[in-house]
């Protein structure tokens, strides 16, 4: 198995960005574009979210703001911070919830740059720079990004246990539908 190095990059461009990193991959040959619906992966099981708080509150925005990062069963991280296996990492920089959650709620989340809550930030393109909702897929050969600029999701619990539906329209205008089943850790990244 390959590992890539992860390391952040500054989003001063955009000013604003849950993870406030955009990822590259060190050592990798940047490819196109994916535009085959097969590449991605439609399954995740595990994953981890950051919550930021009101980071916001200097625009107006008063909701807190959780990071959703998401890995496909063949794909990990390690301590290190490589990418370790092939698979595709689902990445939600910015969603919205109340000022008085902490942790993602239950419900129906849409894609809507109105920083109110039970919303996240579509996929958008900054300069080159991807922000809000994207998929980083990765393969023996190098990664590509894909935006998803259009979607929802539905969020239940069951005891620890997260399940999350989603439906995203994808770059090349197909709809792609993901789920995630699993333990969530949240980090405080204030």
């Known amino acids: 198995m390959k590992k890539y190095l ?36 439609n399954t995740f099981e595990s994953g ?11 625009l107006g925005i008063q909701e807190n703001v959780v990071t959703l990062s998401l890995l496909s069963p063949n794909l990990s991280i390690d301590t290190a911070g490589y990418y370790v ?10 969603v919205f919830i109340s000022q008085v959650d902490t942790f993602l709620p239950t419900g129906h989340y849409t894609a809507d740059d109105n920083g109110l809550a039970m919303t996240f930030l579509p996929g958008k393109s900054y300069d080159g720079n991807v922000n809000g909702a994207y ?13 998803l600029p259009d979607g929802y999701f539905d969020l239940t619990t069951k005891g ?19 789920s995630f089943k699993g333990l969530l850790p949240m980090y405080d990244g204030r």
């Open 160 to 178: 620890d246990s997260i399940f999350i539906n989603f439906s995203f329209k994808r770059s090349n205008n197909k709809i792609y539908t993901p």
């Open 85 to 94: 296996g092939t698979g595709t990492n689902l990445i939600l920089t910015d």
């Open 135 to 147: 998929m980083l897929i990765i393969s023996d050969t190098g990664y590509s990004t894909e935006i």
């Open 6 to 41: 992860l390391t952040p990059c500054s989003l001063l461009l955009i000013s604003y960005s849950l993870l406030l990193t955009l990822f590259t991959l060190l050592g990798c040959k940047k490819t196109d574009p994916v535009v085959n619906p097969t590449t991605a992966g």
């Open 48 to 58: 981890y979210s950051v919550f930021y708080g009101s980071y916001y509150d200097y």
